[in-house]
């Protein structure tokens, strides 16, 4: 069997049409015979290339709405019969089947959909591609004589080998496809798998409404293909990439408009300070807000009525810190704040856009990333443990800003003042994205002092005062679970702060709310904890 296959037909049905065009002009140049379905066809069409339709190599006619159009003896039999064995060859024969000797496929955009929010049931069953992956699996399964293309990235590639080969394809590369092709089902599948195995009870195929999904998988399917080879992870000694889950949204799907290759330890600091960035809205009516990262604990963060001055005031917060650190922002960054952030070392900044004056003003630091990033709803939170994973629902909990939510409760003598209030809000937004145990001091949207990570409450309180750059008194306090002992509340009342938000659920309780009593101060329990290890 020679190593090298010319492609003679080709079959190509598409979602993504991304260079459909280019390469199927390609392949017609060699000669190959092009069929296709649908859509793909009438874009082929459309741009002058001669197409059979499906049904002319079937005779059978699409139907049931498209469902139905590629499951065909004439398709399957073209792709899975052994090129020169004799029974194959006699059989296909027998009943006029021809050969299939390329199969260009994407598939439905399940991953996309099942993304949406509030997509209505029938329409996501809709989007399970069935004839797609049948036909990806029969060419990549014959790939001795088959060639399986499923990436719109191979296009050129392809293309260049067809030219230096006379339109052959060699088994290396027949090998390669096929191999990502078998991936690109088991992801696909797991994709529909694990979506489907959260929906408690299918509701009507007529139902507008999204269905109700239970709080995590009965089992667990990870199956994501590679994105991005990293130089190495956390240290040089370790190996490490990144990979997507094909949907474009969140960081792994961002789109990088400049600087070095993002690093392990660059993509993980800029996915904890975009989570804390969505914490803010995003309307133009709502505040701008600025998060500086740095080690995934936040060392500034700030509103303003604008980018220029949210920025202002979250580095105000810990200048030193936020050297080498990274920004994350909740809209697009305009031309005024990128030249004040200009002239600090940063490494990376996500935003949801950069504004043409903004590329300008950060083109000259070329190492600098500039990340566009396409907000993501969150789900799930996966850690290894030894022997296998822990999964968690990710932390969507939050308080409403005011004092008439049920979740809030005043529980010392004096209430909050309404500007209390504000600033306690905001803290605990900004706490909430804070190692535990969170102690975080503010005032009028911005952070004062943070004090992450911490063995003991009282020490985080501490250490947030300590690493206060700004006068903290007449500031309020956040931390994110409850004071086990007086001490801790004593040493943020120390600090200066006049006002304290925080879980409640101790023990002792009523001897905390006793001290912030006697100290004057006023104190909000929210009845939710914000652990982030």
């Known amino acids: 069997m020679s190593a090298e296959k010319r492609i003679r037909r080709a079959l190509l049905s598409v979602t993504d049409k991304t260079g459909l065009v280019e390469f199927a002009q390609a392949l017609a140049g060699f000669g190959v015979e092009l069929v296709s379905t649908g859509g793909t066809a009438r874009a082929l069409r459309e741009a002058g290339l001669s197409v059979k339709d499906i049904s002319e190599l079937t005779g059978f006619p699409e139907m049931l709405d498209g469902r139905v159009k590629t499951l065909h003896p004439r398709v399957h039999g073209g792709l899975l019969y052994i090129r020169g064995n004799k029974e194959h060859e006699a059989a296909v024969a027998a009943h006029g089947i021809e050969p299939i000797d390329m199969v260009v496929v994407n598939l439905y955009a399940f991953e996309k959909t099942a993304a949406q929010a509030g997509v209505a049931f029938g329409h996501l069953i809709e989007n399970i591609d069935i004839g797609g992956p049948s036909m990806v699996r029969s060419a990549a399964k014959n790939f001795e004589d088959v060639a399986i293309v499923t990436r719109v990235a191979d296009y050129p590639a392809l293309t260049e080998e067809l030219k230096a080969h006379d339109g052959a394809l060699s088994r ?47 089992t667990l399917r990870i199956n994501l293909p ?19 889950d094909g949907s474009g949204l969140g960081l792994a799907g961002a789109r990088q408009l400049q600087g070095k290759e993002l690093s392990f330890n660059n993509l993980v600091d800029l996915d904890a300070c975009w989570e804390l960035a969505q914490e803010f809205p995003t309307g133009e009516s709502d505040p701008a807000a600025v ?39 909740n809209r697009e960054v305009d031309g005024e704040a990128a030249a004040e952030i200009a002239k600090l070392f940063v490494e990376a900044i996500a935003a949801p856009g950069f504004s043409p004056e903004a590329r300008e003003r950060f083109s000259a630091k070329k190492n600098l990333r500039l990340v566009v990033v396409q907000a993501a709803a969150p789900r799930f939170v996966v850690k290894n443990v030894s022997g296998g ?29 309404a500007e209390e ?13 804070v190692k535990s145990n969170a102690i975080v001091y503010a005032r009028d949207g911005q952070t004062l002092g943070v004090g992450a990570g911490q063995m003991s409450r009282v020490d985080a309180a501490r250490f947030g005062a300590m690493k206060a750059v700004l006068p903290l008194k007449g500031c309020v306090a956040a931390s994110d679970a409850f004071f086990p002992f007086p001490d801790g509340l004593e040493a943020v009342a120390g600090a200066g702060a006049t006002a304290v938000i925080q879980p409640g659920g101790s023990v002792r309780d009523e001897e905390v709310i006793a001290a912030a009593d006697k100290l004057g101060m006023a104190m909000v329990f929210t009845g939710m904890r914000h652990f982030r290890h």
């Not at 496809?177 to 979506?195: E, K, M, P, V």
């Not at 005011?402 to 003042?417: E, H, I, M, Y």
């Open 172 to 218: 290396e590369t027949r090998w390669r496809l096929a191999r990502q092709a078998f991936s690109t089902t088991a992801a696909y599948d797991a994709a529909i798998a694990n979506t489907l195995d959260l929906i408690a009870e299918a509701p009507e195929p007529s139902a507008s409404a999204a269905p109700q999904v239970p709080s995590l998988p009965s």
């Open 421 to 433: 209030l504000r600033s306690l809000l905001f803290a605990w937004r900004v706490c909430k994205h």
């Open 226 to 244: 590679l994105a991005q080879s990293l130089r190495y992870g956390e240290n040089p000694h370790q190996r490490a990439a990144l990979y997507a």
């Open 291 to 329: 998060i500086i990262m740095k080690h995934t604990n936040p060392c500034g963060a700030a509103t303003g009525a604008n980018l220029l001055e949210a920025y202002t005031k979250a580095l105000a917060c810990d200048p030193v810190s936020a050297f080498g650190g990274v920004i994350g922002v």
């Open 389 to 417: 994973l822990l999964l968690q629902e990710a932390d969507t909990g939050r308080i409403d800003a005011t004092a008439l939510d049920p979740g809030l409760k005043v529980v010392t003598w004096r209430p909050p003042t």
